[in-house]
């Protein structure tokens, strides 16, 4: 919890990318806040991957 990280899941049709905080992962269910404060929840079954990445590089 508290890495940032970056997921791709299963959506009818393709797939979808998150990039964010993963703030928690109880119950199947990942919780990752995106910088502009959207929170998305990810049944873990539709999970494909995820990695934790570096932080963002600050903007300027």
Do not use: Y
């Not at 299963?10 to 502009?36: C, T």
């Amino acid at each position: 919890m508290g890495r940032r990280v970056t997921t791709r899941r299963r959506v009818p049709g393709g797939f979808r990318d998150a990039v964010g905080e993963l703030e928690f992962w109880r119950d199947g269910v990942l919780g990752v806040r995106k910088r502009d404060g959207t929170l998305v929840e990810i049944a873990e079954e539709t999970l494909v991957a995820a990695r934790v990445v570096q932080p963002p590089h600050p903007r300027g």
